[in-house]
């Protein structure tokens, strides 16, 4: 028997998992998954735009929003187990897939590995590539600055990387909500979160195999996963996608929502 409504929580395999589910019984579904250090509540605007037409699904990774995190090491392949399990457990067997940086990291690992549990992908401000010894470098000094400093300071930091200079001037509540949300996630998944982005494995050697629609969506001023990142895959994945959504930077759903939605909703009417 299916619950809809907001903030479900469901036990599977000993692991609390907390999601939104709304929209029409049978219709097509969408499933939601967000970036770090966020959760579910930053897709809000986008369940609101598409829930008359389709089912609509958004899900806390574990350890975010409102999800337990269990006890194991976390890793992207663990965030694309619990993916499939939700989908086993709401009895999905096929799925609009949209993922957002890192939830775009577990988007595209799950599609590669289990085609047919989708019908089309969205991958939003995300890429395909590992990190480079850089980039790794800085996610354990991001560590070491938050144990020093504290998530405060983070946070404020981190929000200048997600959002261009104009939306803390034209979209001071979607920088609250983020703040909010970067605040309210534990220390220690960060900690945990920011080990495993730093040795996931690149994806982009299989991203020619995928034969499904995919809509690639990103933020022109986006400095975290730049157009370049979205071009490289739009460039391997045969009949896909790009958009560029102006007036947006990393956080492009929360920037411009309207852009972003139409451009979600002409996908998803198409496929």
């Not at 008359?52 to 890793?75: T, W």
């Not at 001071?172 to 982005?197: E, R």
């Amino acid at each position: 028997m299916r619950k809809s409504g907001t903030n479900i929580t469901t036990s599977i395999n000993q692991l609390t998992v907390c999601y939104d589910d709304q929209g029409p019984d049978g219709a097509p579904v969408i499933m939601f998954i967000h970036g770090f250090p966020l959760n579910k509540s930053m897709w809000d605007k986008q369940i609101q735009t598409l829930k008359n037409d389709f089912r609509v699904i958004a899900y806390d990774i574990r350890g975010f929003g409102k999800s337990g995190s269990g006890e194991q090491d976390l890793s992207i392949e663990l965030f694309v187990n619990d993916l499939l399990n939700l989908m086993d457990e709401l009895n999905i067997d096929k799925t609009i897939l949209c993922g957002f940086s890192m939830g775009g990291y577990i988007a595209i690992n799950a599609i590669e590995n289990h085609p047919n549990h989708f019908s089309a992908l969205i991958l939003c401000d995300t890429n395909c590539t590992a990190d480079t010894p850089e980039a790794k470098e800085n996610r354990m000094k991001a560590i070491e600055n938050i144990r020093l400093n504290g998530l405060e300071k983070y946070t404020d930091e981190s929000l200048k990387k997600l959002f261009v200079p104009e939306s803390f001037a034209t979209n001071p509540t979607a920088i609250a909500a983020a703040s909010v949300m970067i605040m309210n996630t534990p220390k220690q998944v960060i900690y945990n979160t920011l080990h495993a982005l730093a040795n996931r494995e690149e994806t982009c050697h299989k991203l020619h195999d995928i034969k499904i629609p995919v809509l690639i969506l990103v933020g022109k001023g986006d400095i975290i996963t730049p157009p370049e990142a979205a071009k490289l895959m739009h460039e391997k994945i045969n009949g896909s996608t790009l958009h560029i959504i102006d007036h947006a930077g990393h956080l492009s759903n929360m920037e411009n929502p309207g852009e972003f939605n139409d451009q979600l909703k002409m996908f998803a009417a198409r496929v």
